[in-house]
């Protein structure tokens, strides 16, 4: 599976290979970049023997911002949006959106429930597949990050929100102002015979989450 990454000033290759122009504050969002690209590769291949066809998911852009700017950078404010929040437990929580445009949701729910058009999905059919999906990209997402840092990071159960793009960020932002100094955020697209769904992950990183992904970040390059 093909995966053009680009994130800021510096590319991240495999483990075994090359982190260059990397700064200390920077090494953990290059580090999730890569488990990103992990993280992507185990949802399409569990997808795929779920639906028993082939679902690729690239992420062709990740972002690296501070919180407040979300809104400017999208320019989605009133558009209706479906969501799906959770949270990580224990002192390494932090806050996960997976965000849909409408019609986006539509899509991927019809990738999800192999209906042949949007117009055979109902609500509930729709709301069952974006929790499912959600389920098995960000719990592929965290195995790696989890595998990364040798530490078992538990999600809680999956929330789902429709509302304007906006109000749904509005709620998250007032609470990360003081939580984050950068978002990770994923551009993430799914794909399946010429059919094509984007959705956006955001990742607000507590600072404990931060300094251990720099600390192993900082061991692996230094191996």
Do not use: W
Request: net charge negative; hydrophobic share 45%.
């Amino acid at each position: 599976m093909n995966k053009q990454l680009t994130f800021e000033t510096h590319i991240v290759k495999s483990s075994i290979g090359v982190y260059s122009a990397v700064e200390d504050q920077q090494v953990d969002s290059g580090i999730l970049q890569e488990l990103g690209s992990i993280g992507a590769g185990h949802a399409a291949t569990a997808l795929s023997d779920i639906l028993q066809q082939e679902i690729l998911i690239d992420m062709p852009t990740i972002h690296r911002v501070e919180p407040h700017l979300l809104p400017k950078i999208y320019n989605r404010h009133d558009i209706p949006t479906t969501a799906v929040y959770l949270q990580l437990k224990d002192k390494y929580g932090c806050d996960i959106l997976l965000m849909f445009e409408l019609t986006e949701a539509k899509k991927i729910a019809t990738m999800m429930t192999m209906a042949s058009s949007i117009e055979e999905l109902d609500q509930s059919m729709e709301i069952s597949a974006i929790q499912e999906l959600a389920n098995i990209l960000i719990g592929s997402f965290l195995t790696a990050i989890s595998d990364f840092v040798g530490l078992q990071l538990l999600p809680t159960t999956p929330e789902l929100i429709v509302d304007a793009f906006d109000a749904i960020l509005d709620n998250f932002l007032i609470k990360q102002a003081m939580a984050s100094e950068k978002a990770f955020v994923f551009d993430t697209h799914f794909k399946r015979k010429g059919e094509e769904a984007k959705s956006i992950i955001v990742i607000f990183p507590s600072a404990e989450l931060q300094k251990l992904l720099t600390e192993k970040s900082k061991e692996l390059i230094d191996v």
